[in-house]
């Protein structure tokens, strides 16, 4: 699929199915990164702590939201990167997780404007509860009609 720059409509939204973030997907998250605090890996010791349980990465939430939202792959644009990111509220082993983006900002590309133009698409992720637990605005590089 192609849509180019001039083809996104402001206020366009999707929302994802939900995911249930599981146990594995922390251990595995934990594998790949090297990063094996005890706030995700030792059930005994977070028992003590403020949340009184385990809870999940906030690198493993975005990337699963980030996920979430990828349907069909658009040929002509690319992600440019991730702004304000906020880690709002824990996720727990067994949380469902959704995602929801909306398109909030076209603008032309700093350096390459007849080419590109740049696309901002809030995301907000859900819990379960309706709880916001995670947003961020994930940006894209798009390629303009030649």
Same mark, same amino acid.
């Given at each position: ?16 199915? !939900?995911? %249930?973030? %599981? ?10 990164? !090297? ?16 949340? !009184? ?94």
């Amino acid at each position: 699929m192609k849509r180019y720059f001039e083809e996104y409509e402001l206020n366009t939204v999707q929302v994802s199915m !939900g995911r %249930t973030i %599981t146990e594995t997907d922390i251990v595995l998250h934990a594998g790949q990164t !090297g990063d094996f605090y005890p706030h995700h890996m030792d059930a005994e010791w977070s028992k003590t702590q403020v949340f !009184g349980e385990r809870v999940a990465y906030g690198t493993l939430v975005l990337i699963v939201s980030v996920g979430q939202l990828a349907r069909e792959m658009n040929e002509v644009a690319f992600s440019y990167g991730y702004d304000k990111v906020r880690f709002i509220a824990p996720v727990f082993i067994g949380d469902t997780i959704t995602s929801r983006a909306e398109i909030v900002g076209k603008r032309e590309h700093p350096k390459r404007g007849n080419e590109y133009g740049m696309i901002d698409e809030q995301v907000s992720v859900t819990n379960q509860k309706g709880e916001v637990v995670l947003a961020f605005i994930h940006v894209y590089m798009v390629s303009r009609k030649q």
